[in-house]
């Protein structure tokens, strides 16, 4: 089946744009993160949705970031004022059910987004 | 605070070697220790380790957890040039979903 797909795969953005990535998790997927990797590092967790729950938004760096999950499938995280330290590839996975231990305690990831920030 | 500290950062073999990857963790209450292969962009999972299965297999690759050490370490023998890529180790701790990745190995396999 489809795996999670995430769109552009690239963009280049003046500062000072907004952007927003997109994230389509696999079907019935009912955890989805989104992570950024900046060059040479690993990856660093954003956010969190787990089906109606309130997300976990405890890794957004700051309030310029946002992000939004619609009817608990695809999710958008959104920069508004982009700066250059923005620039990373900012993946997406998904999971089908909270972590339990079990062998589902697994993130599917998607292909990324690459952002450039000029 | 919690942290996923991988070793080496980089590592070149060539083809035929056999290599020896290494995750410490430091994270309250673990419940799982998962490593992963980035090749490009997206990671692929390779294991995933809990107290209920410290060692796994598939077919050149294997993984053990030592939960006293706090450590895994992934085994990859005989290596080929496609299994160049970028190793990464997350930890989740129990009553959360985070997961806590390292910076990575990035490992080379010369022909």
């Known amino acids: 089946g489809a795996g999670v797909s995430q769109s552009p795969s690239n963009k280049v953005t003046e500062k000072g744009k907004d952007v927003e990535l997109r994230c389509d998790p696999i079907?019935?997927?009912?955890?989805l993160y989104w992570y950024r990797q900046s060059l040479g590092q690993g990856l660093e967790f954003l956010i969190y949705f787990q089906g109606n729950s309130a997300p976990d938004k405890s890794g957004l760096p700051s309030d310029r970031f946002s992000a939004e999950r619609t009817g608990g499938s695809v999710s958008t995280l959104t920069i508004q004022r982009t700066q250059q330290e923005d620039s990373a590839v900012y993946l997406c996975?998904?999971?089908?059910?909270?972590?339990?231990?079990?062998?589902?305690?697994?993130?599917?990831f998607g292909p990324g987004t690459r952002l450039t920030v000029l | 605070e919690d942290k996923v500290v991988q070793s080496p950062l980089s590592l070149v073999v060539h083809e035929g070697d056999t290599v020896t990857l290494n995750c410490s963790y430091e994270v309250t209450n673990f419940r799982s220790l998962l490593w992963y292969k980035q090749e490009k962009k997206a990671p692929t999972f390779l294991f995933m380790l809990?107290?209920?299965?410290i060692e796994k297999k598939s077919g050149r690759l294997s993984s053990i957890l030592d939960k006293k050490e706090l450590s895994s370490i992934l085994n990859i023998t005989a290596t080929q040039t496609g299994d160049s890529a970028i190793y990464l180790c997350?930890?989740?701790?129990?009553?959360?979903?985070?997961?806590?990745f390292g910076t990575g190995t990035r490992l080379k396999v010369l022909a």
């Open positions: 809990t107290s209920s299965g």
């Open positions: 079907s019935g997927h009912t955890a």
């Open positions: 996975a998904s999971s089908p059910d909270p972590p339990s231990g079990h062998l589902t305690d697994t993130q599917y």
């Open positions: 997350a930890v989740g701790a129990s009553g959360t979903y985070k997961y806590i």
